[in-house]
């Protein structure tokens, strides 16, 4: 459990979540800007092993949080908007950088951890701590994922278990808000959070393994360092484009490829559709605004949806619940 003992210093034991009776939840919030930040927080321990936070904050300042961890476990974190960043203490060296949109699982070993991010940033992010043992449970063997583990635990550092971070898919975030939001109490409660966690993280391998798939068979080494680039030119198109996306070969022909390679390619780089990403980005954008106050109308109409009814039913296929609950 996450015992605070400064502003910016904590200790963090998961082996102790077994301890727990019921499932337990803290929640902050920072109101005004009370000191140098803004916003709120949510955290959930289970005596399963699971410990799930929700952050949505503002700083006036860059932000640093000491971690201590008594027990080693695995961290998965999301990012939705902003970057944070993990760092060794002893090395400096950044174990884990996330930018909007991304997520990466972190094995900790028991000892020091850094956490930071930007002021005058906003960072809305989940984090999805488990015991090692809860993953290995779940993890299969023969999954690539497993064997880096495996070579990585010997050595008894920070690692990333992607080497590279993956694109928040729209199934993922859907889970993690219906954490965020579960109607139930009590056991039912604990239940559904130990559910959703297993199903998170078994959409997670299958898309770990896409990715660990692609990089045996060289098709992401066959790119050239010019095609890869023009990946990431298509993914800033779409961003700048939501509201107004354009046509899959007019995308193509902007960039100076056709459709089928684009969709190839995309999907080789982000690890997921084209078609995907701009939904994930525009569901994103959407649920930021309707936090600021924006009526649904105008959140419709800011992310492309002409007829308010069809932006309803594709922000509840996200996220599990309608806009109007979004307060």
């Excluded at 952050?55 to 908007?81: A, C, G, M, R, W």
């Excluded at 992401?220 to 030119?233: A, F, T, V």
Aim: aromatic share 12%.
């Amino acid at each position: 459990m996450i015992n605070n003992i400064g502003t910016a210093n904590c200790k963090f034991d998961i082996l102790q979540l077994a301890n727990l009776e019921a499932i337990r939840e803290s929640n902050r919030n920072y109101g005004e800007l009370n000191g140098d930040k803004k916003g709120i927080s949510k955290e959930i321990f289970t005596p399963d092993g699971i410990y799930f936070g929700y952050h949505n904050v503002i700083s006036t300042k860059d932000e640093e949080i000491n971690l201590y961890n008594e027990s080693p476990y695995i961290q998965l974190s999301f990012n939705i908007l902003g970057s944070k960043k993990y760092v060794v203490p002893a090395s400096q060296k950044s174990a884990l950088d996330l930018k909007s949109l991304q997520y990466n699982y972190l094995h900790l070993p028991a000892g020091p951890m850094k956490i930071g991010w930007i002021g005058n940033q906003k960072l809305e992010s989940f984090e999805l701590g488990i015991t090692e043992n809860f993953f290995n449970h779940i993890l299969p063997q023969d999954h690539p994922m497993y064997q880096r583990m495996a070579i990585e635990n010997d050595r008894m550092t920070n690692f990333a278990l992607g080497e590279n971070n993956l694109p928040l898919q729209s199934e993922c975030t859907t889970i993690l808000f219906q954490m965020l939001n579960c109607p139930m109490e009590g056991h039912l409660r604990r239940l559904y959070i130990q559910a959703k966690t297993v199903e998170l993280i078994s959409l997670q391998l299958k898309q770990f393994e896409e990715v660990f798939s692609y990089e045996q068979k060289n098709a992401r080494k066959g790119l050239s360092k010019e095609e890869i680039e023009r990946m990431y030119l298509v993914k800033e198109i779409i961003e700048k484009n939501h509201n107004h996306p354009c046509r899959l070969i007019d995308l193509a022909h902007s960039v100076g490829t056709n459709d089928t390679y684009l969709k190839k390619h995309f999907k080789m780089v982000f690890g997921t559709t084209v078609f995907s990403y701009l939904l994930n980005f525009k569901m994103e954008r959407a649920m930021e605004m309707l936090k600021q106050d924006y009526s649904i109308t105008d959140v419709a109409y800011a992310t492309g949806y002409n007829q308010i009814s069809h932006f309803s039913r594709a922000f509840k296929r996200q996220f599990g619940f309608p806009p109007n609950k979004v307060r």
